[in-house]
């Protein structure tokens, strides 16, 4: 990315980071929250920030991301270094508390009124992380997503190398991972691999 395109980069993130377009339908401000570098090569999509991302303003700072970042073989260091990832979930913002359990669906204004743009100011990725329905059904279509989550992470070969489709590392996902132990046993290891590659020959 040349001089300009980190300039166009900079002057988005900050109509993002500004962004009150979801402001009435939200139960608390809007605070954006994503990381984006001109010089990253890996990009990760998940649905959309939890109370306690809400609260701190970081990434996957939740048992999530712990989870993430271990399927990762990475640190935090690492993970929330813009210079090396891309975090830019469906959602921007978090959006509540869902009555039934667990939080709501990001907002579907974000990623219409965002998403593209973004993407392409950041450009071309090396690797891409699709976690959960919501990211898998914007990057891979509906088409794809027939079987479900289930059925589309069994099918991680037909991705990889250049994106791996993911469950969501949510501690509510505790009983799928039991029900597919395949996951950590075939998926993880060839993640890790894929993220060391890319990290070790940065742009």
Same mark, same amino acid.
């Given at each position: 990315?040349? @001089?300009? %395109?980190?300039?166009?980069? !900079?002057?988005?993130?900050?109509?993002?980071? $500004?962004?009150?377009?979801?402001?009435? &339908? #939200?139960?608390?401000?809007?605070?954006?929250?994503?990381?984006?570098?001109?010089?990253?090569?890996?990009?990760?999509?998940?649905?959309?920030?939890?109370?306690?991302?809400?609260?701190?303003?970081?990434?996957?700072?939740?048992?999530?991301?712990?989870?993430?970042?271990?399927?990762?073989?990475?640190?935090?260091?690492?993970?929330?270094?813009?210079?090396?990832?891309?975090?830019?979930?469906?959602?921007?913002?978090?959006? @509540?508390? %869902?009555?039934?359990?667990? !939080?709501?669906?990001?907002?579907?204004?974000? $990623?219409?009124?965002?998403?593209?743009? &973004? #993407?392409?100011?950041?450009?071309?990725?090396?690797?891409?992380?699709?976690?959960?329905?919501?990211?898998?059904?914007?990057?891979?279509?509906?088409?794809?997503?027939?079987?479900?989550?289930?059925?589309?992470?069994?099918?991680?070969?037909?991705?990889?190398?250049?994106?791996?489709?993911?469950?969501?590392?949510?501690?509510?996902?505790?009983?799928?991972?039991?029900?597919?132990?395949?996951?950590?046993?075939?998926?993880?290891?060839?993640?890790?691999?894929?993220?060391?590659?890319?990290?070790?020959?940065?742009?």
């Amino acid at each position: 990315m040349n @001089g300009g %395109d980190e300039r166009d980069l !900079d002057t988005l993130l900050s109509e993002i980071r $500004a962004c009150c377009l979801c402001a009435d &339908l #939200l139960p608390h401000e809007p605070r954006p929250v994503l990381q984006a570098g001109p010089r990253a090569r890996i990009l990760v999509v998940g649905q959309a920030p939890g109370r306690r991302v809400h609260e701190t303003g970081l990434p996957f700072n939740d048992p999530s991301g712990e989870r993430l970042r271990d399927w990762m073989g990475i640190g935090r260091e690492t993970f929330y270094d813009p210079a090396r990832l891309n975090i830019v979930p469906m959602g921007f913002c978090y959006p @509540g508390t %869902d009555p039934k359990g667990g !939080d709501r669906p990001p907002r579907p204004e974000c $990623a219409a009124h965002w998403r593209k743009r &973004l #993407l392409s100011t950041l450009g071309p990725q090396d690797l891409t992380l699709v976690i959960g329905q919501y990211a898998m059904r914007w990057h891979l279509g509906r088409e794809a997503m027939r079987e479900g989550v289930s059925g589309v992470v069994r099918r991680w070969r037909e991705f990889a190398p250049a994106l791996f489709p993911l469950p969501h590392p949510s501690p509510r996902n505790i009983g799928w991972f039991r029900r597919h132990p395949w996951f950590e046993a075939e998926v993880v290891p060839a993640l890790r691999r894929r993220i060391a590659e890319v990290l070790g020959h940065p742009r």
